[in-house]
């Protein structure tokens, strides 16, 4: 069965420092989410992707946030100047539509451990 | 205000008993989408179930089923016949807004109930 999948399972990095996740949704698949989840704490919605461009974004998904998707497969969440606060599991989603309806597939997520 | 309210932050079942996970949401939007995933201790997210704010039936899955209520602004996960491998902590999770096909609409989640089912 189709998955997302997410690269690195693990990640841990010094404060300041540049981090690039990456996920590869399902193929078919034309739409693109971020969410991350502090420990213990609920999932939080940082920004959606759609035919090359942010759909929404958070109040959290800041300018030291960027997404990309370079290539046909991949879809990247980039933090540039990492910051304690942002250790957590990041979590790439993708669904075939942005409609109310459809589901949202989550990766296995990233986590993210900032020091 | 709370999108989702969780307010059962745990719960512990005997093993093949039913449970039941409360989820109550606010909103104003007629359209609406409401979302059960599943978070085991491996930590990924696995989607569950679905209910459209328009289905006219409760949606059910295997043994999973989610006890739409509109009026009251609950969707309650029903659980049959709990096992072992149904510790995890699970979330209600909500999409609202029409905002065109082209939208891709974020979903909302509540903080979570922990369910641990004992043997």
């Known amino acids: 069965e189709p998955e997302v999948t997410q690269t690195p399972s693990h990640q841990v990095t010094q404060m300041g420092q540049e981090v690039i996740l990456r996920c590869v949704p399902i193929?078919?698949?034309?739409?693109f989410y971020w969410y991350r989840q502090i420990l213990g704490q609920k999932v939080e919605f940082l920004v959606s992707f759609y035919n090359n461009e942010i759909s929404e974004k958070s109040e959290i998904f800041d300018d030291q946030f960027s997404v990309e998707r370079p290539d046909g497969s991949n879809f990247t969440l980039k933090i540039r100047s990492t910051k304690l606060e942002d250790s957590a599991m990041y979590f790439c989603?993708?669904?075939?539509?942005?409609?109310?309806?459809?589901?949202?597939?989550f990766g296995p997520g990233t986590r993210l451990l900032v020091l | 205000a709370q999108k989702i309210t969780q307010t059962q932050p745990g719960m512990f079942v005997q093993e093949k008993e039913a449970v039941t996970l409360d989820c109550t949401y606010d909103?104003?939007?007629?359209?609406?989408?409401l979302f059960w995933y599943k978070q085991p201790s491996s930590g990924e997210m696995i989607f569950l179930i679905y209910q459209g704010s328009y289905d006219q039936q409760n949606a059910t899955e295997g043994r999973y089923s989610l006890n739409f209520q509109k009026a009251r602004k609950s969707a309650n996960l029903v659980i049959s016949a709990s096992q072992l491998g149904d510790s995890a902590m699970y979330f209600c999770a909500m999409r609202e807004g029409l905002r065109g096909y082209s939208s891709a609409s974020k979903i909302i989640f509540g903080s979570g109930t922990r369910l641990s089912i004992r043997p």
């Open positions: 193929s078919n698949h034309l739409y």
């Open positions: 989603a993708s669904s075939v539509s942005g409609g109310l309806q459809e589901t949202q597939y």
């Open positions: 909103t104003s939007d007629p359209s609406y989408g």
